[in-house]
């Protein structure tokens, strides 16, 4: 395989209608590649609730994946209102979720606890009226299947 395979694509704000789409996109061309089954799903994860931060949270931004043999690399970044405490949004049921959006099943505060479970290793990096780039790894370490 010639690495890194990338899949990127861009999530527009309160896009409800398409939200899932890019993370589904993963998933396909995770199987595609013939990864197991449970990274496929650790990844499925990460990237879905990363997507919808971005629907919901960051006003819109870039996802992209880059898939070696060694790792899945999961990327979000936008040009969103930032996180102004990292270390309270990664606590399980933090939520600054508006109604509206509570009303459609999310902001359970649990989509950053959910990608810190799911990942080796987890950074991200936001500046208020800046944005947010958060960075999720998935170590392969000879469980990638055939890449
Ligand atoms: N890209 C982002 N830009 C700005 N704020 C964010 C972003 N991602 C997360 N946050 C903040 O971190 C909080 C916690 O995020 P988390 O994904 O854990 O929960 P949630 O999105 O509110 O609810 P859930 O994911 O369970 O539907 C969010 O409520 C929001 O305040
Ligand atoms: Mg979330």
Same mark, same amino acid.
């Given at each position: ?6 899949? #990127?694509?861009?999530?527009?704000? %309160?896009?409800?209608? =398409?939200?899932? !789409? *890019?993370?589904?996109?993963?998933? &396909? ?49 936008? #040009?969103?209102?930032?996180?102004? %405490?990292?270390?309270? =949004?990664?606590? !399980? *049921?933090?939520?600054?979720?508006? &109604? ?48």
């Amino acid at each position: 395989m010639a690495a890194p395979y990338v899949v #990127e694509f861009e999530v527009e704000k %309160d896009d409800f209608l =398409a939200a899932g !789409e *890019g993370s589904g996109s993963v998933k &396909d061309t995770l199987k595609m590649l013939g990864m197991h089954s449970a990274i496929i799903r650790r990844a499925a994860i990460i990237t879905y609730e990363a997507e919808m931060n971005l629907v919901i949270h960051g006003g819109g931004g870039v996802l992209k994946v880059l898939i070696t043999p060694e790792r899945i690399e999961i990327v979000s970044s936008d #040009e969103g209102p930032g996180i102004p %405490d990292v270390e309270m =949004a990664m606590r !399980e *049921g933090f939520s600054t979720a508006p &109604d509206r959006v509570r009303e459609m099943g999310f902001g359970a505060g649990m989509g950053l606890p959910n990608i810190k479970r799911n990942s080796d290793s987890l950074s991200i990096d936001s500046t208020v009226g800046v944005g947010t780039t958060l960075r999720a790894v998935i170590e392969l370490a000879g469980q990638g299947g055939s890449v």
